[in-house]
């Protein structure tokens, strides 16, 4: 579905962005690559030549999981990834390393990016059902975040909240299927296929995009040595961005393409509506590192200054 008012919007990113840097030389940017939504605005702008436009040489590194993305980041073998600020605030915990410089995917009320799923037949329908049942989540990381934070919203007690560690996705999908897990997390469109195979919301982050969103970070050395380069890549990204809103269908290849969507979805799987140029706010930071302290997961406070940075934005 074509979403024409959005034209608009791309005629003044055009007319904002950086000046192409076409004849000069590129600069190379490492990529680490989840297979996760998020990712599609890159994939497009990859595309559509907007990254080769604005001077940037981006190499996508596949990366399964979380912990490979961090260490390829620690070990300085990626410049950049999307991530959660969480996970920037424990690059952080010691010395600044790392810096948000925009949203990547940011849940709407028509769009979320998070789900409390009821296993089928377990009678859950709503977070007052879910007081004292364990819920499958990812310790530690923003599937546990989000829920805590989701479920305390919907009035439930810390005290009432349980959860279990199960890390893997697969094997979260894998229990819930069974009924051997009565709850879980999921992001979509894996949620969306745990939905198809009968799984009930319970609950979700559509009135909360606080919790559930998640950002595209940069190694600072990588920041120093390419400002101009980091502009032109969020220059590229803000177009990309427009052209999916204004017509996401043009673009849903991509998402079997890249192995984002499973098979059995694919057809009706709906794109999200990616966000603006933003970063997250003082407020949403320090939300997120008061959880990491509450968890015992960071000792000492860092700060939002060092951690965020939206002056490389365009902002329309």
Known sequence: MKR????????ALVALAPASTAGAESIKLRFAALPIIDMVPLYVADKEGLFAKYGVDIEFIPVGAAPERDQLLAAGRADAAVDEIQAVINFNRDRPQMKVVRWALRPTPSSPHFFILAAKGSGITNAADL???PIGVSQGTIIEYVTERLLESAGL??????TLNVPRMPDRMALLASGQLKAAVMPDPLAALARSQGAVVALDDSAHPEFGSSVISFRDEWIAAHPE???GFLAAVDRATALIDADPSAYSSILVERRIVPPAVASS????IFPKAGVPSKAEFENALAWLKEKGLIAKDVAWEDSVDGSYLIRP
């Open 229 to 231: 380069a980091l502009r």
């Open 157 to 162: 007690a810390r005290g009432d909240i349980k």
């Open 131 to 133: 007081k004292g049942v």
């Open 4 to 11: 024409n008012y959005i034209a608009p919007l791309l005629a």
């Open 269 to 272: 799987y709906r794109m999200p």
